[in-house]
């Protein structure tokens, strides 16, 4: 099966520590995506990579890093910088070829920093 | 710059009856646009999408959705509601001048779908 897999579906973590997001995807999809999802709002972009070591801040990159080291994963790591970590998170592929394509979404992974 | 405005935070239907989402899109550029729908701490599903071919856009599980430029306006429709579909629902849209293949989404709409 072709998708994308993100893991844990569940995190939780001590405030301070750094956490790493795990995000997958066998779909030969050149370009992909971190959202951030909070209750009753859409969503906010953190980082997209087009190409294997590049990527491009988003709207709301304060506190995240991320990798992109293979084509298939591009982790991200939610530092202690954060100041509110505690969200819904969703990874993204699409194809990336000049014109908008759709993005194909893994089923997301939901943190809870205490 | 680009922009989504979904007029609706909460629809509330019966079961069988006509489902309306309304969406407002702001675009520089020739747009293209995007339904998603997402039920409970799952990802986001492609219900269907328009990119500048037939201004009628017919998805996934009945929905579709009339492109009308001179209304900057891209609804969504459903003849009969059906209990799964309460759900959260995004609008989106993206044009060629987005670096990176970026969308940006509306704020969500809920549905929910009274038996």
């Known amino acids: 099966d072709g998708g994308i897999t993100q893991s844990p579906k569940y995190l939780f973590r001590k405030e301070g520590q750094n956490v790493t997001l795990s995000c997958e995807q066998n779909l030969n999809h050149d370009a992909m995506y971190w959202y951030r999802q909070d209750p009753g709002q859409g969503l906010r972009l953190i980082y997209y990579?087009?190409?294997?070591?590049?990527?491009q801040k988003g709207d709301i990159a304060e506190g995240y890093s991320v990798s992109r080291e293979k084509k298939e994963s591009f982790p991200l790591t939610v530092t202690s910088a954060q100041k509110n970590p505690t969200a819904f998170y969703l990874c993204?592929?699409?194809?990336?070829?000049?014109?908008?394509?759709?993005?194909?979404f893994g089923p997301g992974t939901r943190l809870t920093v205490t | 710059a680009q922009s989504v405005t979904q007029l609706d935070s909460h629809v509330s239907v019966s079961e069988g009856t006509p489902v309306l989402l309304r969406c407002n899109y702001s675009?520089?550029?020739?747009?293209?646009l995007f339904w998603y729908v997402q039920h409970p701490n799952k990802g986001l599903q492609l219900l269907l999408k328009?990119?500048?071919?037939?201004?009628l856009v017919k998805g996934i599980n009945g929905f579709e959705a009339e492109f009308k430029k001179s209304e900057t306006s891209f609804h969504l429709t459903k003849p009969s509601a059906h209990m799964s579909d309460a759900a959260e629902y995004f609008c989106?849209?993206?044009?060629?001048?987005?670096?990176?293949?970026?969308?940006?989404f509306g704020g969500g709409t809920r549905v929910l779908v009274k038996p």
């Open positions: 675009s520089s550029y020739s747009p293209s």
């Open positions: 990579s087009q190409i294997v070591n590049d990527f």
């Open positions: 989106v849209v993206s044009d060629l001048k987005a670096a990176g293949n970026k969308l940006t």
């Open positions: 993204a592929s699409s194809i990336d070829r000049g014109i908008p394509y759709e993005q194909y």
């Open positions: 328009y990119t500048s071919a037939a201004t």
